[in-house]
């Protein structure tokens, strides 16, 4: 018998028990199915949220609490219009709103367009939670303008693999970056009234066999890296909803891991909202349920429709367990007790009272994509943008040098707005970068353009080696009579993205060539690409003076581009993670991506800098470097007390100076060394960071606090975090391997 044919056969067969079912508890129903009051005190939003769920649990029947547990369609909960329980509308995210109509084929069929903002690696950029928290902002009042409840963001998975294909977009390899953007965003959202939602959880690192990898994890490893963006999503955040991976944990899969989801996330957090599947990451009936997972997405007809096609079988997605048809006959059987079902449910019901889904009902459409929400789509981009190089000080362009521009390239004349799969926006316009540089530039330069090289895929006709020769030499023509060229690569959607990883760090083809090439003709050539994760820039870094990482930068990355090329901004962006040439250098090397549907997380806490650091391997670009067009001195750090018992704080203080003669803003980094551990721990690790904007010449004070969280280790033998008495070296620079002041302080015990 085929899959679908016993997949066909397992629905009749449930369907038959809960006729038998739907008998025995009619009574039940006809006794709830008068008029509800609307007097009840559920009904009642001025009453405590949760003498409201105990109420409402008590008027819903078994039938309707099942009914609660899996979704009504593609991106809908189900609603029970008997008791006002209104339906939780989806929407995916985290860059923007994408189309709910279903999976990312029939959405790129049927877009939905809305703006589209920077990349979560982009916003991570910034190391400003200002802007992931005006990002969120601006994305949760497009959720709610078009009559939506909940956004399918942020992604916090951490980078541990340089070739995942959704580096894009998380926040990059270190777990306090991290948590602190991923709190930001959920504020952001949150704060309109959208249910925001924290995802992958757990441990979302790599897209191949995403549906059946089983990930191997030491407790201590899931503490330090892995969890503690989750753990401040749900304590610092509140946030409303968590989702589960695709993968197994440890054994078991994310969407019933029992650790994961009962003493994690419940007991050990505290967190009593609701838990939902990511799209198509369920296997049994009793097993999610039982562990927490409380929703199961999608559902109904689309669900059933969609598991029974090519994709989802070939891959391996699972889902349509949770329908009334199988949970009902467990209850009945007494695998699913009553009291458990009302634990899902309630957490469903509780996430509706506090977010006001309940009680707002539907409003009249609203504008998106205003002007408001375009402007902070543009200042998160320009913010985001790191200068890796800048010899010569080449940059900023200075019109009264630079007559002649010549824009090359394959993302010159198309705008890279995000990556791939189920977090690509539809915006309804895009600045391309040619388009920016020729608006700012004006009468006063004169800009030409040449393609230079293909994007894989977008014109298959131009991808062979001789179309390739052709576009180079008449790139390189343009680019020997311009007074500068601007030359702009990178990856594409269709080379990061969602569903797969990268198979190599490298440039797509052609472009390595192009820039060498460009280089040669014109001495004054800056390079810009778009990239969400490391790419291979050994091969040409040295022969161009000026490098600019500019990320998928939404909508307006063209008039961004341009405001840093200008000069119009100063660039701040620093690297969320480091930024190696070679796979080889990476801590998941050998351990990547496993064998035989198993993988080793054998670097253990050694992830990204960490693992650099206590190897001695210095990254092309280390974590957290980023330069400006003017300099920053640090001075009068001061720890204070010096000495201090184990609950006390200590605050950290210095001073910084802009030394230049622009306006700029410089990301400050504090560090954490301990090193009187008994355990091993890492040579150091990020435990604040401020952005500080100052005026030509000016200075600031720059205040940190660091408590138990900044010195303790997770130890396995006590189940807890461990701040062991002793000295404590504090590190503060601009960038992992740039410490400009050290100081220390004494824990005692």
Request: aromatic fraction near 8%.
């Amino acid at each position: 018998m085929t899959d679908r044919n016993l997949r066909k056969a397992s629905n009749n067969c449930s369907r038959i028990v809960v006729l038998g079912l739907s008998v025995l508890i009619a009574g039940v129903a006809v006794g709830h199915a008068q008029d509800v009051p609307s007097t009840a005190p559920y009904r009642n939003p001025k009453l405590p949220v949760e003498q409201r769920v105990q109420d409402l649990l008590r008027r819903m029947t078994l039938e309707e609490k099942a009914g609660l547990l899996s979704g009504a369609n593609w991106m809908e909960s189900v609603a029970v219009p008997r008791l006002g329980i209104p339906s939780i509308k989806m929407a995916d995210g985290p860059m923007g709103i994408r189309s709910w109509a279903g999976p990312s084929k029939i959405t790129k069929e049927t877009p939905f367009n809305s703006t589209a903002f920077p990349a979560g690696i982009a916003v991570a950029a910034t190391w400003d939670p200002a802007v992931a928290q005006s990002v969120g902002q601006a994305i949760g009042q497009e959720v709610r303008a078009i009559g939506r409840d909940m956004i399918l963001g942020p992604t916090v998975n951490i980078q541990r693999v340089p070739l995942w294909g959704r580096n894009f977009e998380g926040y990059g390899e270190d777990p306090y970056l991290t948590a602190q953007m991923g709190v930001a965003y959920i504020k952001g959202v949150q704060g309109e009234g959208v249910i925001a939602t924290v995802k992958h959880f757990d441990a979302n690192n790599q897209e191949f066999e995403r549906h059946r990898v089983d990930e191997a994890i030491d407790e201590r490893t899931l503490q330090e890296i892995y969890f503690p963006a989750f753990k401040a999503a749900v304590q610092e955040a509140g946030v409303w909803s968590v989702m589960s991976a695709y993968q197994k944990v440890n054994g078991i899969y994310c969407s019933e891991n029992p650790f994961l989801l009962k003493d994690i996330l419940r007991r050990e957090w505290g967190f009593k909202r609701f838990v939902v599947s990511d799209w198509g990451s369920t296997y049994s009936t009793i097993g999610p349920i039982n562990a927490g997972m409380d929703l199961e997405m999608p559902g109904g007809e689309p669900a059933r429709s969609w598991l029974v096609t090519e994709g989802p079988m070939k891959v391996g997605n699972g889902g349509d367990w949770l329908s009334p048809e199988k949970v009902l006959p467990e209850v009945a059987a007494g695998k699913i007790t009553v009291a458990t079902l009302d634990e899902n449910v309630g957490s469903i019901l509780r996430t509706t009272f506090v977010s006001g889904v309940f009680d707002r009902g539907r409003s009249a459409p609203g504008e998106i994509d205003t002007p408001a929400q375009r402007a902070v789509a543009r200042h998160g981009a320009a913010e985001s943008i790191v200068l890796l190089k800048n010899d010569g000080n080449l940059l900023p362009l200075d019109p009264s040098k630079i007559k002649s521009l010549a824009v090359i390239g394959p993302s010159a004349a198309v705008a890279r707005t995000g990556g791939g799969g189920s977090s690509l926006v539809h915006p309804n316009y895009a600045i391309a970068p040619l388009d920016g540089i020729k608006e700012r530039a004006g009468s006063s330069i004169q800009v030409s353009y040449a393609l230079g090289t293909s994007m894989p895929g977008e014109n298959p006709a131009k991808d062979t080696p001789e179309v390739r020769d052709q576009l180079r030499n008449e790139a390189v023509a343009i680019a020997a009579k311009a007074d500068a060229a601007i030359v702009l690569v990178g990856n594409s959607a269709t080379v990061e993205s969602e569903d797969f990883d990268r198979t190599t760090l490298d440039l797509p083809a052609g472009q390595d060539e192009l820039i060498q090439a460009i280089a040669k003709a014109n001495r004054n050539t800056v390079v810009v690409f778009n990239a969400g994760a490391p790419v291979n820039i050994s091969r040409w870094v040295g022969q161009v003076p000026s490098v600019l990482d500019a990320w998928f930068g939404g909508q307006e990355i063209g008039h961004a581009m341009a405001d840093v090329l200008f000069g119009d901004v100063n660039p701040s962006g620093k690297l969320p993670f480091s930024f190696i040439n070679e796979f080889k250098e990476s801590p998941a090397y050998g351990n990547y991506p496993g064998e035989d549907l198993h993988v080793k997380y054998a670097e253990g806490i050694y992830v990204g800098y960490r693992y650099f650091d206590k190897h001695g391997i210095a990254p092309q670009f280390p974590f957290g470097y980023g330069l400006s067009y003017t300099t920053f001195g640090y001075s009068d750090l001061k720890i204070k007390p010096g000495r201090a018992a184990s609950g006390q704080t200590f605050e950290v203080s210095l001073k910084v100076r802009n030394q230049g003669k622009r306006a700029g803003a410089e990301v400050v980094e504090l560090y954490v060394h301990d090193g009187h551990s008994s355990v091993d721990r890492p040579v150091k690790e990020l435990k604040g960071f401020r952005r500080v904007e100052l005026a030509a010449g000016k200075s600031a004070s720059v205040r940190f606090t660091l408590d138990k969280s900044s010195m303790a280790y997770y130890s396995t033998q006590k189940k807890d975090w461990v701040a062991e008495a002793g000295t404590f070296d504090v590190l503060v620079g601009a960038s992992s391997a740039d410490i400009r002041l050290k100081g220390s302080f004494e824990l005692s015990q």
